[in-house]
């Protein structure tokens, strides 16, 4: 296991523009970015996407590490059931995804911040409303803060 | 045992020297990104050597200032930051292979298609080209040095589809000295060229064209023809597919029938009672036919649906009687399952037709005489149910006939798309009527699509002929009469757009020209060659200008109208164009694999097993003696599930390591 430290950014709600990972797989959703681009579609500019070959390759570590070092989302896009290019890497992704969640939640990480998406290599317009979606949900949330400092442990926690 | 040859031993241990080049694209980047300010900030990147920018990375200059770069500044690793890696990936790493460095060691940044075109915002875009290039910059330190792997091909060829694409790639393949085989479902090969009479704008009659081809695919040595047959499993990959096909029995041995037809004659249906599929129900057929004269191969088929003896099991069986010694009749006759071995395929499924009862208003399958275009192709064939006589359902002449346009094209309510053909179509059908029958012909139109050679002049004809054009989307066809003059006809209402007013044509027949779709299956047929659609359902192809034949999964090539609606000479080019390809990769002998692969790390793996039953190609194995996983890299396609599930990180996937994304992570979200 990789350790890492925490190099959490100093973020003001004032200036917050959300930073969100990507992780689009090779054969659809990169795809279907690609062709958002061709097709001159416009969506904000918060996303920054990662290439794999696979969504069953995205491992919850890089999630968490994504968190970890200062992303407020993490959006995970890959092919539509049935239609994974490596036959079923994406039901993987889907069961890893959901056990993730969990663990998110314990973590106090909002539902919408982690995000997975099956956008074929034909749905541009998806990879355009998914994005823009997504960074109005987070940006409602306002910047994750993972560290919890002294002020904000209330008293009766720390009582029992 | 093909030659497999990843990762390369003696990875390069010198510290990393980075490159990084940003790709002005003309204005395409340099419009929306401020290049010049990502170069200056890439220059100050740890283990940066050289930034620089340019106005087309892609030229033959540009490629050239990489690898002076390499040679003069011992750069040995290189970030460009263009377009999207599946445009230009390939280009650049060839670059590194000619100036002497491994090619894996490059990453490419994407920031045409995912920054400049898709963000109007300056600032933010190069805020975020920025991330991106920095990013890179991480991971590529980390990349270790790989080589394609090397696989020998095999060089038969899967042609699926028997309509004229799949039949001229078909007799192409097969005179280089291919080894074919072509599927196609229905009964004889054909497709919808082998229903019209005569073909646009030359108006050549289509089986003169078309069945000498036929009979040199049914007698061609290095073509197995399997009509009635459908394609169910494909495995394998580029090179080495195996695939199974289901050969649905029609009850004749096809070695022993030899087409003399006398079954057909001798059954005790004395008429046909069946509609036949190829006149799309206009006339009749008994349960044992031939699909059309011309059909190949000539061999007839038993329809067990409507055959007495399959429904009863008590008739009188004049058919075995007629068919005599050959005995080519088998009513036993089960499905059978072949399997090949093919290297690449070739898919061209073709297309159906509108179905017009979608659009109640033009009355199609209410008023009797109205036809759609396909039924009035068959009308006017000579060896069609009327014998190339234009009449109405009671047998009369028409005297008058419109004929409607962008049924089913051109429409937010069904579909969008123009479907290329119709316009065409519909004149030669505006001909061949007024030619047939002497009637008033009136074609309504929303714009006349004639780009093609020789369409524009044969548009020009017709008017000279006298042929009626009106402007306008017909509103609806009924039999409503108003005046005297329209008692018994059926009357199109359409706004002529161009005189500004709503006419009331009465006509005797009205023909749909209606609109080309994707096939019914043409979701299941990508799924199981593993390519995909585009939203309308078309095949899509690799890059709509530079590899239009070519899919996302290698060895698998689209021709004709499966890929999007195509007239005969544009399906015969793409045919042709994927015939070319299918050989070029043939005649390589190998084929080149992307080394993604995933190993593993035997010291880490502690022979837990979870990743076996995760990879769908079965590549991982237990090794008994050492309790430890092992990956089958010939096997394994690199989709990467195992290296994410494995709970020590012993397995790990060639270019896409964990610390390799890892670095990516951090690099996009560490702030500047």
Known sequence: ?160 | MPEIRSPVDGANHEPPRIGVYVCHCGTNIAGTVDVKAVTEYAAKLPGVVVSREYKYMCSDPGQALIQQDISEHNVNRVVVASCSPLLHEPTFRRVLSRAGINSFFLQMVNIREHVSWVHLDKQAATEKTKDLVRAAVRRVALHKPLQKRRVPINPNVLVVGGGIAGIHAALTLADAGKQVYLVEREPTIGGHMAKFDKTFPTLDCAACILTPKMTSVGSHPHITLWTYSEIVKVEGYVGNYKVQVKRKPRYIHEDLCIGCQECITACVYKEGKTPDQFNLGLSKRKPVYLPFPQAVPQKVVIDPETCIQFKSGKCKKTCVEACGERQAIDFTQTEKFEEIEVGTIILATGFKTFDASRHPYYGYGRYPNVYTSLEVERLINAAGPTGGEVVLRDGTRPKSVGIIHCVGSRDANTNRWCSKVCCMYSLKLAHLIKERTGAEVYNFYIDMRTPGKGYEEFYDRLLDEGVHFVRGRVAEVSDWAVHPSEEGKLVIRAEDTLAAFVRRIPVDMVVLSVGLEPQADAQEVRRLFNISCSTEGWFLERHPKLAPVSTFTEGVFIAGACQGPKDIPDSVAQAGAAAAEALALIDAQFVELEPYTAFVSEEECSGCKSCIPLCPYQAISFVEDKKKAAINEVLCKGCGTCVAACPSGSIQQNFFEDDEIFEEIEGVLAYA
């Open chain 1, 1 to 160: 296991m990789r350790n890492r430290e925490l190099t959490r950014p100093e973020k003001s709600q004032a200036t917050f523009e959300p930073r969100i990972v990507a992780f689009f797989c090779n054969w659809c959703t990169y795809l279907a970015a690609d062709l958002a681009g061709t097709s001159r579609m416009k969506y904000a500019p918060n996303v920054r996407v990662i290439r794999v070959m696979c969504s069953g390759r995205v491992d919850p570590q890089f999630v968490l590490d994504a968190f970890a070092h200062g992303a407020d989302g993490v959006f995970i896009g890959g092919c539509h059931p049935g239609d994974c290019h490596y036959q079923e890497g994406n039901y993987k992704t889907l069961r890893r995804f959901h056990l993730l969640k969990r663990v998110l939640q314990q973590m106090g990480i909002e539902d919408e911040r982690c995000r997975l998406e099956w956008i074929s290599a034909a749905e541009a317009d998806r990879v355009r409303s998914t994005i823009n979606d997504m960074v109005e949900k987070v940006r409602a949330l306002g910047p994750l803060d993972l560290i919890p400092t002294e002020e904000k442990v209330s008293a009766e926690e720390v009582a029992v």
